[in-house]
């Protein structure tokens, strides 16, 4: 690989891991939040005890995305410099104001998990909140800075290419903004949903039906599925305005996200196949007829401007289609599980699901994180060969260092052992915790366990 090329790898692999960590540091609080409320509702231990385990990991997790984000943000200045000027004069409102959103979220976590018990149910509630909603405001402060490099504005150019009448919040609003924030959050509440479903469900695989921690996995499944289908309708319901924002200001990114060469209207819908640019053509794609241009632009006349419009030097990988297939084909199995469980539970009655059932959705978790990430190397690898969109090009944001190739073995090393040494902490610190010593039933089964459920 060229400089430039290890430039991006090394980089992207940085934010890959990153991205886990930060997803599920904004899809968890949700979860902790939900489960708290139904304590107080409901009363039943089953959720404060739910809440209190998922703070455990939060916390772990969150020792994570700390250093990993922390190693991004350095990154993006020894790796792209020509950008970070970019970034200075215009876009760095974000990030100085997600520090504060980072803060709420860190204060009140540490509220929550020291004094929990000490606190009114009123403050208990709020503690957790603003957990929530420091995650989430720090996430999407985050996708701001991301969606200006899609649609840069607030700012002009002089004749000599320097940057002139900086308008902060004008860049901070930007037309990205509003559907892919509410994209990033929608899809990490789905993600956090159902990686918990998937924990809940192989739980439930390992235990017996009339146990205590039984029921608890099987209330824990329950909300989990019901926050994951919410969610997964609310991403599938803001991609389809994420789209039009491609059609309206990123039509070679529409493009090569369906493999469309040709403009055209009544523009057909591609699901999978494989785009060849040689014989620029679609190859073994299912094709829903009309479908594009009506999620373009809700008629099903919409012109859809096809690659063929663009110079051959500004296309999008090829690979941007599979991506987006990926991430889409993922996002709706997902969807349609959550909601077969439900339509199961409602049309057979009670509260046991088959092992089949379960099985299927123990593999929802690691599947929602791949989407996640096919999610954020389509909409990076989609901009191509732009850093800021139709003004900097990547290989003019890159820095003029060489020898990457040794930080880029260096950092993969590292981050796999970070990722062992989580999984590593995370199993260790739950099972000298079993769920049975925190239920009080530690070597009591059967009858005990089910006359109390």
Not at 25 to 39: Q, T
Not at 136 to 148: D, F, P, Y
Not at 375 to 382: D, I, L, P, Q
Request: aromatic share 14%; proline share 4%.
């Amino acid at each position: 690989m060229d400089e430039l090329m290890t430039a991006r790898a090394l980089f992207g692999s940085s934010l890959g891991f990153h991205i886990l960590f930060a997803t599920l540091g904004v899809g968890l609080p949700l979860m902790i939040f939900m489960a708290e409320l139904l304590f107080q509702v409901t009363k039943d231990k089953d959720y404060t005890l739910m809440a209190k385990r998922w703070t455990k990991a939060q916390a772990i997790l969150l020792g994570v995305a700390i250093p990993s984000g922390t190693i991004v943000a350095v990154q993006l200045s020894l790796l792209w410099p020509h950008f970070m000027e970019w970034v200075g004069q215009i876009i760095a409102l974000p990030f100085q104001v997600e520090l504060f959103a980072f803060f709420l979220e860190a204060l009140f976590m540490s509220i929550y998990v020291y004094a929990a018990d000490r606190l009114s149910p009123t403050l208990r509630i709020l503690s957790v909140f603003f957990v929530a909603l420091g995650g989430s405001l720090s996430g999407a402060l985050i996708t701001s800075a991301n969606a200006w490099m899609n649609t840069p504005t607030g700012f002009d150019l002089a004749k000599d290419g320097s940057i002139i009448h900086v308008r902060p919040w004008e860049a901070f609003f930007n037309p990205s903004f509003p559907a892919a924030a509410i994209h990033v959050l929608f899809s990490a509440y789905m993600t956090g949903a159902f990686v918990i479903a998937s924990i809940a469900a192989l739980r439930m695989l390992k235990r017996k039906k009339k146990d205590a921690p039984y029921h608890y996995h099987r209330k824990a499944l329950m909300l989990s599925l019901a926050i994951g289908l919410i969610m997964s309708l609310g991403t599938a319901m803001d991609g389809h305005w994420a789209g039009q924002v491609l059609h309206e200001k990123q039509p070679e990114k529409l493009a090569a996200a369906e493999g469309l060469f040709e403009t055209q209207s009544y523009a057909p819908l591609a699901l999978g196949g494989v785009t060849d640019t040689q014989e620029q053509r679609l190859k073994g794609a299912v094709e829903i007829p009309w479908m594009l241009s009506f999620l373009a632009g809700n008629r099903f006349d919409t012109v859809v401007q096809g690659l063929n419009d663009f110079p051959r030097d500004t296309w999008p990988p090829s690979y941007t289609h599979t991506l987006f297939s990926l991430m889409i084909g993922i996002g709706t199995l997902l969807m349609i599980l959550a909601g077969f469980v439900w339509l199961y539970r409602w049309r057979k009655g009670g509260d046991h699901l088959p092992r089949w059932l379960l099985r299927l959705l123990t593999v929802g978790g690691p599947l929602s994180l791949l989407a996640i990430e096919f999610g954020w190397v389509f909409t990076c690898s989609g901009r191509q060969p732009w850093t800021v969109y139709q003004y900097q090009r990547t290989s003019e944001a890159v820095t003029a260092a060489t020898g990457l190739m040794t930080w880029f073995v260096l950092f993969i090393s590292i981050y796999v052992l970070l990722l062992i040494s989580t999984i590593w902490i995370m199993r260790s610190y739950f099972r000298k915790r079993p769920i049975e010593q925190e239920l009080g039933f530690l070597g009591l089964e059967g009858r005990k366990g089910e006359e109390l459920h």
